[in-house]
Every structure is written in C-alpha cells, then in structure tokens.
C-alpha cells in the first residue's frame, strides 16, 4: 500500500529557531500533499495544500510567512515553522493521496513539535 | 459550506458488541468516503474505502453508504479494547480535498 514517511517523529527547539519537517511518498507519486495541525483533543485542521511545483495553498488563518510549505518533487514536501513560539507546539501530520487512482489518503506519522 | 458531521462520542460499547459509528454529510456531489482511525498521539490510519451505495465489509469492518440520505456509517462487530480510538470520517465533496469530520470517540470495555 501507500507509504507516507515523515520525519522528525518528534522535535523539541527553542523559542525563535525554525523547524523543518519532511514529509516523503515512498511508494507512489504525488503531485498533491497536505498538512494539517492537531492540538491536544482537537480534531485535525488543515493548514495548506502543497503542490509540486507551484506555490502552496493556506487556509483561512494560516500564516504563509510563518509556515513555509516546498513541494520540490513529486515525493518530497517539507514544512518549515519559521520563527517558532511556544503557541506553536502542536501535532504536525502530513498526508498525500496518490496521483493515480481515488484511493483515500495516506497519511505520515506526524511530529510532534515543542517550542520551549 | 462542505461538511461532513460525526457525534464526538464517546460511545461505549463493552466488548464483543457491534460498535455503529455515524457520519453525515453536506455535499450531495461528494463521491468518495473514508474512515480513518486515530490512535491518542498518533496519526490517522485509513481502515476503509466506499464509493457507491451498500455495504462494504473487510473483516470485522463493514462500512455502510446511502447517499440519497447522505449518510456513511461504520460498525465495528466483535468490538475489541484495542479498537478504542477516534474515528475520524471523511468525503471528497465535489473536486475538493478531503473533508474530516471532527470525530467519534469510540471506548471498548473489557
């Protein structure tokens, strides 16, 4: 099946660095991928859309400058948190739905961030 | 506005029972239906697929769709304490991207 690997699993960095995760498709191609947010006993919220090769898609609220989304290749994303505050911890979970096909989509493992 | 509706739960069954987990949704153009189920601290994990009217079963699973009612439900026979989690249900409306409920708390007692 459809393989998502993300990583850092987890990432702990001070206030005012920036924090990039990686999100990979590993068996497929996807031109489309997505990042979502979950705080604790929240339900996920969709941050941006990632398109290869053009610019991302943000959703109401979401700061574009803050959150950096590069869709480089047809099986890599990365989600730089620039900037990071404390406000910013949280569950980051990106997921892709394969180019082919209407299968649902895969999702990676997440990582957990903590801005101390 | 494209939504898709779960109660949060959480719904108790003891074990061995038929859990019904239940999702509505908004956009009568949504063709593809999902439920994820999502582990505390872990990331949502695709447990199954519908896209036309009836049921669907995979093992102890059986997904259900009627879209004249707009209405998907899972039930879950069998219930384990393991399948305790969130279920997460989800639409493609139209040609947008996934819609996610918010999620039904599922608890399975011993």
Same mark, same amino acid.
């Given at each position: 099946?459809?393989?998502?690997?993300?990583?850092?699993?987890?990432?702990?960095?001070?206030?005012?660095?920036?924090?990039?995760?990686?999100?990979?498709?590993?068996?497929?191609?996807?031109?489309?991928?997505?990042?979502?947010?979950?705080?604790?006993?929240?339900?996920?919220?969709?941050?941006?859309?990632?398109?290869?090769?053009?610019?991302?898609?943000?959703?109401?609220?979401?700061?574009?400058?803050?959150?950096?989304?590069?869709?480089?290749?047809?099986?890599?994303?990365?989600?730089?948190?620039?900037?990071?505050?404390?406000?910013?911890?949280?569950?980051?979970?990106?997921?892709?739905?394969?180019?082919?096909?209407?299968?649902?989509?895969?999702?990676?493992?997440?990582?957990?961030?903590?801005?101390? | 506005?494209?939504?898709?509706?779960?109660?949060?739960?959480?719904?108790?069954?003891?074990?061995?029972?038929?859990?019904?987990?239940?999702?509505?949704?908004?956009?009568?153009?949504?063709? @593809?239906?999902?439920?994820?189920?999502?582990?505390?601290?872990?990331?949502?994990?695709?447990?199954?697929?519908?896209?036309?009217?009836?049921?669907?079963?995979?093992?102890?699973?059986?997904?259900?769709?009627?879209?004249?009612?707009?209405?998907?439900?899972?039930?879950?026979?069998?219930?384990?304490?393991?399948? @305790?989690?969130?279920?997460?249900?989800?639409?493609?409306?139209?040609?947008?991207?996934?819609?996610?409920?918010?999620?039904?708390?599922?608890?399975?007692?011993?």
């Amino acid at each position: 099946g459809a393989v998502v690997s993300q990583h850092p699993s987890r990432v702990i960095c001070k206030s005012g660095t920036s924090v990039k995760i990686e999100c990979r498709s590993l068996d497929f191609q996807a031109t489309t991928m997505f990042w979502y947010r979950q705080f604790p006993k929240q339900s996920l919220m969709l941050m941006a859309t990632s398109n290869e090769g053009s610019k991302a898609t943000y959703e109401q609220g979401v700061e574009k400058d803050k959150f950096l989304i590069n869709h480089a290749s047809l099986t890599l994303s990365t989600l730089t948190v620039t900037s990071a505050h404390p406000e910013d911890s949280s569950f980051y979970i990106c997921s892709a739905k394969p180019t082919r096909g209407r299968g649902g989509y895969t999702f990676g493992s997440g990582t957990r961030l903590t801005v101390v | 506005q494209k939504e898709v509706e779960q109660n949060s739960g959480p719904l108790s069954v003891p074990e061995g029972a038929i859990a019904s987990l239940n999702c509505t949704y908004s956009d009568r153009g949504s063709q @593809s239906f999902f439920w994820y189920r999502q582990y505390s601290g872990k990331s949502p994990e695709l447990i199954m697929s519908i896209y036309s009217n009836g049921d669907k079963e995979d093992g102890r699973f059986t997904a259900q769709l009627n879209k004249a009612s707009q209405y998907v439900s899972l039930l879950i026979r069998d219930s384990q304490p393991s399948d @305790s989690a969130t279920y997460l249900c989800a639409a493609v409306p139209g040609y947008s991207t996934l819609t996610f409920g918010k999620g039904t708390m599922l608890l399975v007692s011993p």
